[in-house]
């Protein structure tokens, strides 16, 4: 079924909106969660959760794309269990990620600039501008390490490549979006 349809489904308040989903991004959705949880049982309930808001959601919002809203959706779902399961301790992969991208988004002393960076739009023009700006291969590595959360070995698995190659990679990039973010007057 096409995208649009089931942000139709959703806006009916029909129950095939979620069953829909599930069967066109269950795997998706779980693919997401589980690079945050590494737990089946934890990966199903965060799934259930994004229909959830999902359905909860639309209306009022009628998203351009599905994947990356439900994306979103269930990474933030994920980091909340994680919170909740591990009392603020996130997995060591999870974590090592984050303070990986806080190198290009929070000043020396690790803090957050007052404004929430995630809901910035002026953050996520550049941010979007920045990666159709990289080569194909840089932007999956990127995208793969800091949306999805995936293993810095998977990531050198799947496109071939040697560990220490993508750790160059992402150094570099975020070396540049640092770069960038200054340039473009972004406090970090």
Known sequence: MEDS???ELYWERSEMAISE????????????????LHSDEDTEECVNDTYVRAWNSMPPER???????LGKITRNVALDRLDYNNAKKRSPEVQYALEELAECLCDEKGQRPEEDIADSLVIKDVIDKFLKSLPLQTRVIFVRRYWYMSPVAEI???LKLSCQNVKVNLHRTRKKLKKLLEKEGISV
Do not use: H, S
């Open 5 to 7: 349809r089931i942000i």
């Open 21 to 36: 989903t599930e069967q066109k991004y269950g795997r998706y959705c779980r693919y997401i969660a589980n690079n945050v």
């Open 63 to 69: 998203p351009q794309k599905l994947p990356p809203y």
């Open 156 to 158: 050198a698995a799947d």
